[in-house]
Each structure stands twice: as structure tokens, then as C-alpha cells.
């Protein structure tokens, strides 16, 4: 595999000086602020309000919680300890639903805890390291997903334009990105010509976001709204889809931010290959298909206001699902750390690894 890994300087959830530091993403392209986090309630509503958001984004930001949370504990009896660190846990897990590499990360700090059989001391001294691993581990995860993403990228035209949807890059991870890894792999091979960003509404993670990235990079990109994409498709504009997921089911089914479904059709409608980049720890074994994935929904405001500005009449009623699941069927492959998998095969190739980890 030819070595065309490029960076991104963008570190969403860091650990600095005792706290963990979050880029304040409701604030771009606005602004670049960050807020310091010290206990694991700030950082709940950080994951409620998406200060901080992206489905490994999150779990990253959760471990960091676990950990801020147990610091704080004062107790020195272990199982006292590991209760009070259950609530913890469960506070976390309740912030967002649909992601669940939140919950991957919530389980993976408490069986750290479980696993250490000393003071309490040493199991806070753990968390913290296992949480600074779950964030460089994704790192590495993004940039194996942007190197084996290229590999299955069209072949032609030399140069693609590359449409997604919502912010799958270094703000929704621990840096890089997902979908924005194989869009910034194939900028480092010479193999990219633009990025459609549809805006995303009602939260406008592409508008804001996904284009705030590229522009940092100099990566052309052209904001298209929601409704312009299956046109950019017909028109011959489009030459592949690359989008993330907040959960993937056994089958290969997968929930990403609302619109993601339509692209996909839109996409199998004009021949257009739909490619999922996402991490092992994105995919849920438990659940047979996208049925049983449980879909946030969100406050209205979102759809009716647009900052004090109220868009739509008194009296309407409102429908605002902050995801929607695409089949299976419409996906191309699925773009993971361990390589390109088809949606029927990911069970069989995957699930043993994700034992080991
Ligand atoms: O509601 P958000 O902004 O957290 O939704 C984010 C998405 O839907 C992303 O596409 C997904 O989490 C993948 S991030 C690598």
C-alpha cells in the first residue's frame, strides 16, 4: 500500500494540564474556542448541547468523563468505588443514543476499572490512561480508514469529486477523520478534485463543519444544499459518496445523520458507489439489522429557528430525527481499519476481531 497519509492538525477532545479540552464545534466557523472540562456533568451536557459531537468524537469525549467522574470520587473502597462509578457510567450513556461508540467507550473504561485488582488509586490511574488510548487508538483507526478508502475509490476519472454528508472528519473523531480520512487520503494522493458538502440540515454539520476542514486544508469544496444533491448526481458531478455512521448493525445497515438515506438512493439511482468509512468500534454485533437502531430525536428549534430568527409559523407541528438508517443494500462497502468490506461479509470478517480488542 503506497504510504499517502496527510494530517489534520484538528484535535477535537484533548487532555490538557489535568482536564480534558474540547473545541467548542457550536461555534464554527464563527470562531476556534475551546472549553475546559473538569467533571464528568460538564461533559454529559458537552455531548448533550454537541460541544463536542461525531460518533467517535463522543466516545472519546465519554471516556474522558469516566475518568474525570472517578477522579473525583473520594472513597478508597474498591467496590464502593466501582458502584458510584456505574452511575457514572450510566449518567454518560444517557447524554445521545444513536452513537454507539459512546457506549463502546462508557464499557471499555468500565471494564478497565473492573480489571485492575489493586487500590483505588491505581484503578483512576488506569482509567486515565485507557481513555488517552481510546483517543490516539482512533486516531491510527482514522488514518488506516482514509489509506484502505483509497484503495476501493473509482479508478476514473484520475481525479474525483467526492460528495458527503454531514462532518465525518477530525472534528467527529479524535482527529483526521472517517469519510473526511478517505477524502484527505485521496487529496494526498493527487486523486481528488472537490468535495460536495451538502449543508445538513437543520444543524448544518456540512455547512459549517465539514467545509471549515477543507478550507483549512485547502481542499476545494462546493456547499451544495440538501435537495441539490441527487441534481449534482444527475448532471454528472458526483463520482463517488464517502459518509460516516453513528451505528452499523450486523447485517451491514447503517444509521448516519438524517438525509444519509436519500444520498444513498439518489446515489444507486445514478450508478454512483456509496461507501460507510467507519471504525470497528461503530459497528453493533447485537443488533441484527438498522430496525433496532434507536433514533435520537431532537428539540424542534432546530428546525424552526435559526439563531433568533423564527422560520416558521405558530401552530405548525415539527418532526426533527437527528438520523435515519440506510440499507445494506445501497452500500457499496463498508470502509473499516481492517479494510474495505462489503456489507454481508462484515459480521464474518469482523466480529472475531472486535472479540480481541
Ligand atoms: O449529530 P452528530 O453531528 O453527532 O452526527 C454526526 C454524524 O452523523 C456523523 O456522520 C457520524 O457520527 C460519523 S463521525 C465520524
Request: hydrophobic fraction near 45%; glycine fraction near 6%.
Amino acid at each position: 500500500m503506497t504510504s499517502t497519509t496527510s494530517t489534520s492538525a484538528i484535535y477535537p477532545v484533548t487532555w490538557q494540564a489535568d482536564a480534558a479540552v474540547l473545541i467548542d464545534q457550536t461555534r464554527i466557523p464563527a470562531e476556534l474556542t475551546t472549553v475546559r472540562i473538569e467533571d464528568y456533568e460538564t461533559m454529559a451536557r458537552a455531548i448533550e448541547t454537541m460541544i463536542v459531537r461525531g460518533a467517535p468524537a463522543i466516545g472519546v469525549a465519554a471516556a474522558y468523563g469516566m475518568y474525570l467522574g472517578a477522579r473525583a470520587l473520594t472513597t478508597s473502597e474498591r467496590a464502593e468505588f466501582l458502584r458510584q462509578l456505574a452511575a457514572i457510567a450510566q449518567r454518560l450513556r444517557a447524554t445521545r443514543p444513536t452513537a454507539v461508540n459512546l457506549f463502546w467507550a462508557v464499557e471499555r473504561m468500565v471494564q478497565a476499572a473492573h480489571a485492575v485488582d489493586g487500590p483505588v488509586e491505581q484503578i483512576k490511574h488506569h482509567l486515565l490512561e485507557t481513555a488517552q488510548a481510546i483517543q490516539t487508538d482512533d486516531l491510527r483507526t482514522c488514518e488506516l480508514i482514509g489509506q484502505h478508502g483509497l484503495q476501493v475509490l473509482p479508478t476514473q476519472p484520475e481525479r474525483l469529486r467526492i460528495l458527503t454528508h454531514c462532518n465525518a472528519g477530525a472534528l467527529a473523531t479524535a482527529g483526521y477523520g472517517t469519510a473526511l480520512g478517505v477524502v484527505r487520503a485521496a487529496w494526498a494522493a493527487g486523486r481528488l478534485e472537490r468535495v460536495f458538502a451538502d449543508e445538513t440540515r437543520p444543524r448544518l454539520q456540512g455547512a459549517k463543519l465539514t467545509a471549515w476542514e477543507c478550507v483549512q486544508e485547502g481542499i476545494p469544496v462546493t456547499i451544495i444544499t440538501d435537495n441539490m444533491a441527487a441534481h449534482c448526481m444527475q448532471q454528472g458531478m458526483v463520482d463517488a459518496v464517502v459518509v460516516g455512521a453513528d451505528r452499523i448493525a450486523a447485517n451491514g445497515d447503517t444509521a448516519n445523520k438524517i438525509g444519509t438515506y436519500s444520498v444513498a438512493l439518489a446515489a444507486k439511482a445514478h450508478h454512483i458507489p456509496f461507501f460507510v468509512a467507519a471504525p470497528l468500534s461503530t459497528i453493533d454485533f447485537s443488533l441484527i439489522d438498522g430496525r433496532q437502531i434507536p433514533i435520537e430525536q431532537r428539540h424542534p428549534s432546530e428546525i424552526y429557528q435559526v439563531g433568533d430568527a423564527q422560520l416558521c409559523p405558530d401552530g405548525a407541528e415539527f418532526y426533527n430525527p437527528a438520523f435515519d438508517v440506510t440499507p445494506a443494500e445501497l452500500i457499496a462497502a463498508v470502509v473499516t481499519e481492517f479494510g474495505a468490506i462489503a456489507p454481508a461479509d462484515l459480521q464474518s470478517t469482523l466480529a472475531a476481531k472486535q472479540g480481541k480488542r
